[in-house]
């Protein structure tokens, strides 16, 4: 992967490419809170002699941890800059848990571009899913964590997350990056903002969902039976796998992802 920048607002976000130009596909994943883009090495390893593939560090996040999170709204148009720098114009949105945010969003913004989405591990964007609880208790989870102590908040958060010793191990080397002050302030910008920003949307690209058979991380099984009930699409549950189901089964998931980019060569 080559490692570029892209400068957006004053700010410097930091991408990851492989690209072929005989590849026609290109696949983006975005990552989820409190992660980097390393959390998809696994989807790497078996996509990067078959499509393009992009990864980012999220504002607040990995490389670009000094540059703030604006807007989900600004996520999409950061997307758009990095295809645009890339001279990329049609693409394949994956995004994990959080990461599944600014793929929403770009999709909705930015729809003739978008070949089709993957949501993996995510949540629906729009405002019909939360009650006023779901919204208070995503809003305060950056003061329950505040009561733990920095170790004890990592191993937990990569146990509660993991069903695998590999995905485990994976979430704590990317939390070793991290203070507690760092992730605090992730959780605290990341889901106040989507509080603020959510609004009913219309993804009108082909979707599929993927999450965990063990996905205990809020609502996320719950929300994801209702999303694919609405727009009618398939919804995978992955066998032995918690939340990092990517990491958990990639090769489950990699198969189910790689079937799905398959059925998309005739849309242009």
């Given at each position: ?28 994943f975005t ?55 890339e001279n990329?114009e049609n ?178």
């Open positions: 992967m080559q490692h570029k920048t892209l400068h957006y607002q004053k700010n410097t976000i930091h991408y990851y490419i492989s690209k072929k130009e005989n590849f026609s596909k290109t696949i983006l990552h989820g809170l409190t992660a980097d883009y390393s959390m998809f090495e696994k989807q790497v390893e078996y996509f990067k002699n078959k499509f393009n593939i992009i990864l980012w560090d999220l504002p607040l996040h990995g490389n670009s941890k000094q540059c703030n999170l604006i807007s989900y709204n600004d996520t999409a148009d950061m997307i758009y800059n990095i295809l645009m720098e990329i693409i394949i949105l994956a995004g994990m848990s959080i990461g599944g945010y600014p793929s929403q969003f770009f999709a909705s913004k930015y729809h003739n571009m978008v070949s089709g989405f993957i949501g993996i591990d995510t949540t629906p964007v729009g405002r019909k899913y939360y009650s006023q609880l779901d919204n208070w208790l995503v809003k305060h989870t950056s003061f329950f964590a505040k009561l733990f102590p920095e170790k004890m908040l990592k191993n937990s958060m990569a146990k509660s997350i993991s069903k695998t010793q590999y995905a485990y191990k994976k979430m704590i080397d990317i939390y070793n990056n991290y203070t507690k002050a760092d992730m605090i302030k992730q959780m605290d910008i990341y889901y106040k903002q989507f509080i603020i920003e959510n609004k009913n949307i219309y993804l009108k690209c082909p979707v599929i969902l993927i999450a965990g058979e063990y996905d205990n991380t809020g609502k996320v099984l719950h929300y994801s039976k209702e999303w694919a009930k609405d727009l009618k699409v398939d919804l995978y549950i992955i066998k032995n796998a918690a939340h990092f189901s990517n990491a958990d089964n990639y090769e489950e998931v990699n198969n189910i992802i790689d079937k799905f980019v398959e059925t998309l060569s005739s849309i242009k």
